[in-house]
T-cell receptor, first 113, second 115 residues
């Protein structure tokens, strides 16, 4: 089982719709979860972080965490063409005395005007 | 203006050459990291450092070396022993590695191509 799994996509949604991006992880000891957005040819930029079960909202973005199901998701409301990018899920866990991130391969989102 | 800088943006290497990628941060972060990204792949950890003069191997350290002589700087050398070095290299930093909430921030990256 891969440590962090994401559907590679592409996920296509019409402009104005809700985009739902999903991520599952294998290590139950994982404590923090991050969503990064990566435009083609650019470096990842942080969108959201979430540490506790439930929902966390920031503008058009909502992160959802369910530790019992080992599942984290990112909802993007009122999707815009500028949201078209690859979204990376990252999971933080303690390894060799320090916290390290393990990344999924990313989901490519395409918002159609 | 705080941030992480990487240079060069593009780098071409001939087979058998060592090359060094620069990473500098002025965020006063203790921890720094090097990742490699291949097309369609997630980021893989090469090396990380929690403090000056200390660094640890990540998941794919073979063929790479690092140094951490200053808090602000964490250069990565890609040696001739790295058989498939063509990739996008990303440097990141975080306040520390001792809290699970510490967020990693990324530099703009260096794209290395072997000729």
């Amino acid at each position: 089982q891969k440590e962090v799994e994401q559907n590679s996509g592409p996920l296509s949604v019409p402009e104005g719709a809700i985009a739902s991006l999903n991520c599952t992880y294998s290590d139950r000891g994982s404590q923090s979860f991050f969503w990064y957005r990566q435009y083609s040819g650019k470096s990842p930029e942080l969108i959201m972080s979430i540490y506790s079960n439930g929902d966390k909202e920031d503008g058009r973005f909502t992160a959802q965490l369910n530790k019992a199901s080992q599942y984290v998701s990112l909802l993007i409301r009122d999707s815009q063409p500028s949201d078209s990018a690859t979204y990376l899920c990252a999971v933080s866990r303690l390894r060799a005395g320090s916290y390290q991130l393990t990344f999924g391969k990313g989901t490519k989102l395409s918002v159609i005007p | 203006d705080g941030g992480i800088t990487q240079s060069p943006k593009y780098l071409f290497r001939k087979e058998g050459q060592n090359v060094t990628l620069s990473c500098e941060q002025n965020l006063n972060h203790d921890a720094m990291y090097w990742y490699r990204q291949d097309p369609g792949q997630g980021l893989r950890l090469i090396y990380y450092s929690q403090i000056v003069n200390d660094f640890q191997k990540g998941d794919i350290a073979e063929g790479y070396s690092v140094s951490r002589e200053k808090k602000e700087s964490f250069p990565l050398t890609v040696t001739s022993a790295q058989k498939n070095p063509t990739a996008f290299y990303l440097c990141a930093s975080s306040l520390s590695k001792t809290r699970h909430t510490d967020t990693q921030y990324f530099g703009p990256g260096t794209r290395l191509t072997v000729l």
